[in-house]
Each structure stands twice: as structure tokens, then as C-alpha cells.
């Protein structure tokens, strides 16, 4: 009976999850399968861009009841280009970002995977300039290496991500514990949706002097 019922919930979810990638509309391909099994999703198919990979994932965790989200999406541009020209129009894209520091990254690619490396002052600079890679044509998968160099204290980090978390109106901080030393954050507790578990870890990046966090938040609906 009880793995009876697991099979119906798999399928349910298997079926929101599948609705809902097919409802972002960043997502433009028709070859993405899902699978699930006991509240993991794991995506297999092909995409032609990694953009449209991260956005598939995404939505998937966006579905009430993903506990977590295997993304095993290929990435097959619709053109062939070089590595130096992917690099070229990466970099490009940075130097023309307001938010991305000049001259502090460095950027590798090798047969369209990308590494970023070097050092910014924030997390959100960080993101920023793994998204620049992300929207490039040709990339087909990106290593963010870049780190944060922590600016303030780790009794301060904690204490502003305690607040940040108690604004959230998407979490539930009582559930929710924190510690942080030399930069580097470490979330624990329960919540009940995966969106709810990343969404307290964007409160812990955004954090001045973040340049890590371990996130051991359970998902359980």
C-alpha cells in the first residue's frame, strides 16, 4: 500500500513538474523528460542552451514537493563556435555589466565549459558574472569559481542573515539555524518546499562578506 501511494505521489509531481517547465517561458524546448522518485526529479534531454538548462531546473524546484532536482539536461547549440569566441563574448558581456568588476575575473572554456575565476567583493557580483556566461550562445555548462573576500566579522554576518531571514515573507526563520565564521555560512532545520530552503540561502549570500555557504536545510513538506 505504502509503495503504492508513493508511485501515485511520484506521478503527481512527475506531472507538475513537467507543467511547469513547460509554462516558463524561457524554456523553449520540447525534448526535456522528468522523472521522480520520492520527491527527487531528475532531468534528462536536450536543451540548446544552458540558459534554457538552469531555467528547466528552475521551474522544477519552483513545484511544492521537489526535494531536490538532478539536472541531466545536454546542451546542444544550434551553431558550432569556437572557444575564443564564446571567451570573447563572455568577457564582452562583463566589461559591459555595470555590476561586474573589471579586470578581477578570469575566464576559461574549453570544448564550450566554462570557469570563472578570481575574486569579488560581493556574492551578487559573483552571480551576475556567472549570468553573463549563462546567457552567451555556445556555452554549455559554467564552473563558478569565484570567491568572496569576507569584509566584516562572522558575529555580523550571522546577525545580519538572522534579520534577513525574519523579513522573509517566504520563510520561516523559527525553523531555520545559523552559524558563520571566516566568511563561510552554515544553514540547518526543516522547511517545507525547495523554493523556501534556496530562498534562505539567498538571504545568507546576500550577506556582506559571504564567501561560502554550506546549506544542510532538510525539504520536507
Known amino acids: 500500500m505504502t509503495t503504492r501511494t508513493t ?7 512527475r506531472g507538475a513538474v513537467a507543467m511547469q517547465i513547460d509554462w516558463e517561458p524561457a524554456v523553449t524546448s520540447r525534448d526535456i523528460s522528468v522523472a521522480a522518485h520520492e520527491g527527487v526529479i531528475t532531468l534528462t534531454g536536450f536543451t ?5 538548462k538552469i531555467a528547466a531546473e528552475r ?19 544550434a551553431g558550432t563556435r569556437t572557444d575564443p569566441e564564446i571567451a570573447r563574448d563572455i568577457v564582452h558581456a562583463m566589461t559591459a555589466d ?11 572554456v574549453n570544448e564550450g565549459f566554462v570557469t570563472l575565476e578570481g575574486t569579488v567583493d560581493w556574492n551578487f557580483q559573483r ?8 546567457r552567451i550562445i555556445g556555452v554549455r555548462g559554467v564552473l563558478n569559481n569565484l570567491t568572496v573576500k569576507p569584509v566584516v566579522s562572522p558575529s555580523e554576518v550571522k546577525a545580519k542573515i538572522e534579520n534577513a531571514l525574519k523579513r522573509s515573507a517566504e ?3 523559527r525553523r531555520i539555524s545559523v552559524s558563520a565564521t571566516d566568511g563561510t555560512v552554515y544553514l540547518s532545520g526543516n522547511v517545507r518546499s ?13 550577506a556582506p562578506g559571504v564567501s561560502k555557504v554550506v546549506d544542510h536545510i532538510a525539504v520536507l513538506p
Open 7 to 13: 508511485n501515485e505521489t511520484d506521478t503527481q509531481l
Open 127 to 134: 552571480t551576475e558574472a556567472a549570468a553573463c556566461a549563462n
Open 194 to 206: 525547495w523554493f523556501e530552503r534556496e530562498e534562505a540561502e539567498r538571504a545568507a549570500w546576500a
Open 171 to 173: 520563510v520561516d526563520s
Open 59 to 77: 521551474a522544477a524546484k519552483a513545484v511544492y514537493g521537489v526535494k531536490a532536482v538532478a539536472n541531466d539536461i545536454d546542451v546542444r547549440p
Open 98 to 108: 555595470v555590476i561586474v568588476p573589471e579586470n578581477r575575473i578570469k575566464v576559461g
Open 48 to 52: 540548446h542552451s544552458y540558459y534554457e
